[in-house]
Nanobody, 113 residues
Framework: QVQLVESGGGLVQAGGSLRLSCAASRSIVNAMAWYRQAPGKQRELVATITRGGSTNYAASVRGRFTISRDNAKNTVYLEMNSLKPEDTAIYYC?????????WGKGTLVTVSA
């Protein structure tokens, strides 16, 4: 079992920045990811990062968001800059551990126009 706890969400004006954190209860050797789900929409992948630091981003956030991880702290981060109202969503942390998928409870990001 893995517990994932997200933090750092909040209300920000368009153009602003937020940094999300996700703390895992144990060391994760596989890739970790951030997903988001906007009201009335399906959950979508935002960014992934391998243990070695290789990253991948959704086209909608590339160049504005940066995913990183601190393996010593079992924590993954999402630095979000130049936020837009369409970035408003619940952001979820995700990892795969021994072929089981784990999710955090999410943190709400609201971007006002």
């Amino acid at each position: 079992q893995v517990q994932l706890v997200e933090s750092g969400g909040g209300l920000v004006q368009a153009g602003g920045s937020l940094r999300l954190s996700c703390a895992a209860s144990r060391s994760i050797v596989n890739a970790m990811a951030w997903y988001r789900q906007a009201p009335g929409k399906q959950r979508e992948l935002v960014a992934t990062i391998t243990r070695g630091g290789s990253t991948n981003y959704a086209a909608s956030v590339r160049g504005r968001f940066t995913i990183s991880r601190d393996n010593a702290k079992n924590t993954v981060y999402l630095e979000m800059n130049s936020l837009k109202p369409e970035d408003t969503a619940i952001y979820y942390c995700n990892c795969n551990y021994y072929n089981m998928n784990f999710w955090g409870k999410g943190t709400l990001v609201t971007v006002s126009a």
